[in-house]
Nanobody, 115 residues
């Protein structure tokens, strides 16, 4: 079993920054892929960013150049640094880990960007 706990969400003004953290219950080096997803009210959950084997990253077009995903094996934590935030980034952000073909999700953390 894998537990994921997100933190770092909050209320920020347009143009501000936040750093989300996803703490895993085991070493993140065992996960094939870890990622951040978000879900805005009335919308489907969408991919934000992923990191594979701790090296290869992938981003949604809407966040490229503004968000950065990274991992710290020593802390069993994956981060999402979010800069130049926009109101359309408002959503609940979820962490996901893929482990032996199974997907595990955290409980989510709310990010609200005011205009």
């Amino acid at each position: 079993q894998v537990q994921l706990v997100e933190s770092g969400g909050g209320l920020v003004q347009t143009g501000g920054s936040l750093r989300l953290s996803c703490a895993a219950s085991r070493s993140i080096s065992v996960f094939n892929t870890m990622g951040w997803y978000r879900q805005a009210p009335g919308k489907q959950r969408e991919l934000v960013a992923t990191i594979t084997n701790g090296v290869s990253t992938n981003y949604a077009d809407s966040v490229k150049g503004r968000f950065t995903i990274s991992g710290d094996n020593a802390k069993n934590t994956v981060y999402l640094q979010m800069n130049s935030l926009k109101p359309e980034d408002t959503a609940v952000y979820y962490c996901k880990a893929r482990f032996f073909a199974a997907d595990y999700w955290g409980q989510g953390t709310q990010v609200t960007v005011s205009s």
